[in-house]
């Protein structure tokens, strides 16, 4: 089949490259005439394992290749899929900007019957709006349909070519039909519904996994008070198959360029036909202060923070992504500074598109883990790199001024730690000698 996929972020790129993977002709367009440079010298602007391997292979069999020529792409193919951002704009409604000038696009370029599929994430009634504006633009007939992404990044070649399932919302046999040929080879749970509710599916898996973080989150914080461990609960309750293990980890919140967004814009659908989203609103809640556990962790540790050397370790949203859009770490950075301290910071591959957004002069950027510790007041673990995990915590503690160790995201077992001796805060786990450390100690 030929295909056009429009945009060539996270979403764009790799179902490009998968569809392409499957035998596919695809051409990936994005109107970024600099991306298209980088992706035609062979360069992938994101960070995402597996995937140049992958595009490299299918460049060189004839398969996949990048245009900013919207109208070229589309001479010949027979599927577009529209895969631009829905960014949010500051009331946390979708940014439908980039949708819409697509859609007029598509509707200048349309010479022949096309099935126009929108896989970007996008709030209920798009696809007809979408609909509306191409046809405002042409007389060829074209039919839309709805097929969601539910990758993850850091994963996404292996979440795209084994999928849990392919939702395909679509109004009529032929569409249907053509989408489920595209997506037999990659599973067989393809479930086909109304357009409509493939949106919504979206957006309700999205919140519904972002409940489970701000559930687990509270219990963490409870556990910290009761004495109990959040890592045993959210084991004992993960193996009952109606709760499941997944998205049980306690930590410092979830960020990322989906959950934060798509939560607040589902609140957002909800208020459009006057409905309160009232447990949406509170989950979006918890997870905003539950990143502020680090900082009172650290206030409990050494009483103040003014003048203080904080390590950081980890400032991508999750591992395996440079992606930091609305990594907590930005927000727990602001807040060191504010409080006067220095951030010392590290990240494997997301220092980059972080100094971007963060370019604060008194932060402190560390090319080498080690480096960012040496000297420091406390550690503070934000993102589970496997990196730091391999780190002799013992060569840690030695390097730094005070053994504090605020593990953000519950990475380190007692095995690890056994050897050093820090005064040791996790996420809604007992914490380690740190009473007699702290506060009696170091300040
Ligand atoms: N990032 C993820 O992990 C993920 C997963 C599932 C779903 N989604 C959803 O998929 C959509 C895309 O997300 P993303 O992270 O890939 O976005 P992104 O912002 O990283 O990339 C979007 C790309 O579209 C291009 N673009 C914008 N307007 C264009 C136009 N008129 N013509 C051609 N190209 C154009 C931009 O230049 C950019 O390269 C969003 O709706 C998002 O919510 C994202
Ligand atoms: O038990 C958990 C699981 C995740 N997280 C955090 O949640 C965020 C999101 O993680 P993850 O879902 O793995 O990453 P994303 O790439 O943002 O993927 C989500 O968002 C995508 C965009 O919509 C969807 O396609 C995916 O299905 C959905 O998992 C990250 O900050 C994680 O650290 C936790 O705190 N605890």
Redesign the pocket.
Known sequence: MNITVVGTGYVGLVSGVCYAELGNRVVCVDKDAHKIMQLERGEIPIYEPGLKELADANVRRGRLSYTSDLHEAMRLSELVIIAVGTPPLPSGEADMRYIESVAAEIGEALGHYQLIVIKS?VPVGTNEAVRGLIAARTRQPFEMASVP????????VQ?TLHPDRIVIGADSSRAAHTLQELHRPLTDQLIVTDIRSAEMI?YA??AF??T??SF??EIANICEKVGADVTEVAGGMGLDRRIGA??????????????PK?TKALIQIAGNVAYDFKLLKSVVEVNHMQRFGVIDKLLRALGHLQGRRVAIWGLA??PE?D?VRD??AIEIIERLLELGATPVVHDPIAMPNFRRIAADPRIVWCEQPLDAVRGADALCLL??WSQYLRQDLREVERAMARPILIDG?NAYSAEQLAGAHFAYYPVGRPAMNNEDIALHELI
């Open positions: 994430t992404e539910f990758l993850r990044e850091g994963s996404a979440d979206k898996s999205n996994l972002a489970k973080i687990i989150n997944a998205f049980l980890r306690a930590g410092i919140g979830y960020g990322g360029s989906c959950f798509d949203f999750k992504t992606d990594a907590p993102t589970e995201r």
